[in-house]
């Protein structure tokens, strides 16, 4: 890594063969210089790092990830190849998601009975900028000492690039706080999810049973959230998250659940914060996840905070102080609620065992609940999938019925 001040191209870095096709330029005027794979073009994002080994596909697809760059620091991403399945937004043709990927490794020939084709056409056909060839072990500690990073990404087969106008238009960008993505992460539409989760030797599966009816307001949503609910035989009717709360309690709903999503949490404040504070006084479930979680704290009266460098894997310990279990969770976040301001009458359920931050709240006396991390765990470890079944069990509960087996 090195401050670079040249402004004419095409750029050589000292240790290549042959001209670099694709650059980062962070917005301190730092540029890392690589291999270009992917889509063409130039997208200025947040550059964080994800620590997981496994689900690229499921983890560029998240829309949380609307805005950021992903550098991934499991340094080969592609050799598995890209599938048709293994998405998570709701509507691929909008690609909402990450911008851009950042590998250490050039991406080799797939090699797996499921791959469709070579990660390098599927990033080209979805529209992200990759960069593969740098030491992504430094950029991770230079935003582990420094904080996440508005940057400028750019692949150009030719190698031609401006780096004095990517650092300007680096510095330039406004950055993640205060912008409102969730509204345009959000299909728009209200639909019905019937398909449950994949299985080995099986693929998906659908669910005809409609035993509760689940309303999921849709800020961004993960498709393996949804398919978890219905393999709970629920019916999920998805509503757009700037649903009015009229609109959703107009679909007779025995849950109400708050999506994930991208972008600032409190920045949603003028459609989300108030329809949830209007939903969780009519006594019916709700059931927050990460986004959600967030919305659901700012309903409440707390706060939510920028967080240093996120939590962005799936390998991070967390405590459910109501039972006093840990489970290894899949993350993605870039703010956090912050504890301190949760007002009288909300317990803090879980809290991270990385940084003691907030993971997750309960509203006391109410059956109102969610959590920071990602339970359906598209990509991650199982330990969380109790929460959906906690919901459903609030669900079953008001409607005058058994509860299932938490775990
Ligand atoms: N996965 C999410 O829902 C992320 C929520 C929010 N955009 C954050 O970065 O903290």
């Known amino acids: 890594m090195h401050d670079s001040t040249a402004q004419s191209s095409p750029v050589t870095p000292p240790w290549a063969t042959e001209p670099a096709t694709a650059i980062l330029v962070l917005a301190d005027g730092t540029v890392l210089e690589g291999k270009g794979f992917g889509a063409p073009g130039a ?82 056909a979805r529209g992200i900028v990759a960069l593969a060839g740098i030491d992504t072990r430094a950029l991770t500690a230079h935003i582990r000492e420094n904080g996440v990073a508005n940057a400028v990404i750019a692949h150009d087969p030719k190698g031609q690039f401006d780096i004095g106008a990517m650092k300007q238009r680096a510095a330039e960008w406004s950055g993640l706080v205060g912008l409102d993505l969730a509204k345009d992460a959000a299909s728009g539409q209200s639909s019905q999810w019937s398909v449950t989760p994949w299985k080995w030797d099986e693929g998906f599966g659908v669910n005809t049973a409609e035993d509760v009816h689940i309303v999921a307001l849709d800020y961004g949503v993960k498709r393996n959230i949804l398919r978890l609910m219905a393999g709970l035989d629920a019916k999920v009717t998805v509503l757009p998250g700037t649903a009015s709360a009229e609109e959703v309690l107009a679909h007779n709903p025995d849950g109400i659940f708050l999506s994930n999503g991208p972008g600032d949490p409190a920045a949603t404040g003028e459609y989300a914060v108030p329809v949830i504070r209007e939903l969780i006084e009519t006594g019916i479930p709700v059931f927050g996840i990460c986004l959600g979680h967030q919305m659901l704290a700012l309903a409440l009266g707390a706060k939510t905070v920028k967080m240093h460098q996120g939590h962005h894997g799936a390998n991070h310990p967390v405590k459910d102080h109501t039972t006093g279990k840990v489970e290894i969770v899949s993350m993605n976040h870039g703010f956090a609620v912050d504890s301190a301001s949760l007002p009288k009458g909300i317990t803090e359920t879980h809290v991270s065992l990385f940084d003691g931050t907030n993971c997750g709240l309960a ?41 299932v087996a938490e775990r």
């Open 363 to 403: 509203v006391d006396g109410k059956p109102v609940f969610s959590v920071q991390h990602h339970p359906e765990a598209s990509p991650g470890p199982q330990d969380s999938h109790y929460l959906f079944r906690r919901f459903l069990n609030l669900i079953r509960q008001r409607n005058g019925e058994a509860a």
């Open 43 to 124: 997208v200025e994002a947040e550059v964080c790092f994800n620590t997981a080994i496994t689900g690229y596909q499921e983890i560029l697809t998240d829309p949380s990830y609307a805005g950021q760059i992903v550098t991934f620091t499991f340094p080969h991403i592609g050799n598995i190849g890209a599938n048709d399945e293994d998405i998570e937004d709701l509507t691929p043709a909008r690609r909402t998601g990450a911008v851009g990927a950042i590998f250490k490794a050039d991406i080799t020939d797939p090699s797996n009975y499921r791959s469709a084709g070579h990660l390098d056409a599927w990033l080209k």
